[in-house]
Nanobody, 124 residues
Framework: QVQLVESGGGLVHTGGSLRLSCAAS????????MGWFRQAPGKERDFVAT??????YYADSVKGRFTISRDNAKNTMYLQMNSLKPEDTAVYYC???????????????????WGQGTQVTVSS
């Protein structure tokens, strides 16, 4: 069982930056593929980014602005978000699955564990 806790959300103006963190419990963090998803009001939960081993993948909407990373020694994953836009406003969720893939995992159904979410609001 893995528990995930997100932090770092908040309110920021257009063009600003935020860094989200996802702290994971357990002793085999490096064996997990980690991902970020987001859900805007009235919309489905969408893929944002994933890191599996040393491989990263991004949704087209965030490519070049967001950077996913992980620190296995700290059991923590990060999402650095730059050049934020109002359309980035959403609840951001981290997710984990105990598997590694060089093709990445993009679907919610691929993940077994989820955090409670952290709100990101970008004002125009």
């Amino acid at each position: 069982q893995v528990q995930l806790v997100e932090s770092g959300g908040g309110l920021v103006h257009t063009g600003g930056s935020l860094r989200l963190s996802c702290a994971a419990s357990g002793r085999t963090f490096s064996s997990y593929t980690m991902g970020w998803f987001r859900q805007a009001p009235g919309k489905e939960r969408d893929f944002v980014a994933t890191v599996s081993g040393g491989t990263t993948y991004y949704a087209d909407s965030v490519k070049g602005r967001f950077t996913i990373s992980r620190d296995n020694a700290k059991n923590t994953m990060y999402l650095q978000m730059n050049s934020l836009k109002p359309e980035d406003t959403a609840v951001y969720y981290c997710a984990a699955v105990r598997a590694l893939s060089d093709r990445g995992y993009y679907r919610q159904a691929d993940y077994d564990y989820w955090g409670q979410g952290t709100q990101v609001t970008v004002s125009s």
